[in-house]
């Protein structure tokens, strides 16, 4: 089934700690997302990649970063530098369209806890 | 700028019951698409529609309708005899074609069915 794949479900990250949260797609999409959801609150956008080796940033990119590698995968890192992480953290992809009003489709989401 | 406002924050139905979530944005583009999503309690965020802005007709599916009013920067949802598998929250998003890249969500609006 197509689809998009997020792990873990669950990640814990001490203080100081780097963690990398994946995110794999084969949808054949060339855009991908990154948001994170705080509790009772709207998405907002961390990073987003248009094509393979490129990638911009969204409102809320301090503290995080992004590599794209490879189509199908957009790996998220949250760096010691984001002193709030916690959050329910979702990737997303769609197709490329003019601007960026293509549907974009979710993942499961990683909800990420600070010990 | 682009705005999505959902003043809805939280409502509860019993189930059967019509319910209808209001959505009003903000553009200064004259194409743009407009969603909405669903976000039940595991997390993942389903697509229900996309509409464009060329498009005013109300949509039907099932038990669930849009009416897209521009008169109004209006985009609200109703389910109609609402049942307890509704129960989520429901995000309502906006992407313009010719002025930034991505989606604004609006905050959603948390929908509890009671039996």
């Known amino acids: 089934d197509g689809g998009i794949t997020q792990s873990p479900k669950y990640l814990f990250r001490k203080e100081g700690q780097n963690v990398t949260l994946s995110c794999e797609q084969n949808?054949?999409?060339?855009?991908m997302y990154w948001y994170r959801q705080d509790p009772g609150q709207g998405l907002r956008l961390i990073y987003y990649?248009?094509?393979?080796?490129?990638?911009q940033k969204g409102d809320i990119a301090e503290g995080y970063s992004v590599s794209r590698e490879k189509k199908e995968s957009f790996p998220l890192t949250v760096t010691s530098a984001q002193k709030n992480p916690t959050a329910f953290y979702l990737c997303?992809?769609?197709?490329?369209?003019?601007?960026?009003?293509?549907?974009?489709?979710f993942g499961p989401g990683t909800r990420l806890l600070v010990l | 700028a682009q705005k999505v406002t959902q003043a809805q924050t939280e409502i509860s139905v019993v189930e059967k019951e019509d319910v209808t979530l209001d959505c009003v944005y903000e553009t200064r583009d004259t194409t743009y698409y407009l969603f909405w999503y669903k976000q039940p309690p595991s997390g993942e965020l389903v697509f229900l529609i996309r509409?464009?802005?060329?498009?005013?007709q109300n949509e039907i599916s099932g038990r669930y309708s849009w009416n897209f009013q521009k008169s109004t920067s209006s985009f609200n949802f109703t389910i109609t005899a609402s049942q307890v598998v509704d129960s989520a929250v429901y995000f309502c998003?906006?992407?313009?074609?010719?002025?930034?890249?991505?989606?604004?969500f609006g905050p959603g609006t948390r929908l509890s069915v009671l039996p």
């Open positions: 949808l054949n999409h060339d855009a």
């Open positions: 509409r464009n802005s060329f498009d005013e």
């Open positions: 997303a992809s769609s197709r490329m369209g003019q601007g960026s009003q293509e549907t974009q489709y």
């Open positions: 998003a906006l992407s313009e074609r010719n002025y930034g890249q991505n989606f604004v």
């Open positions: 990649s248009q094509i393979v080796n490129d990638f």
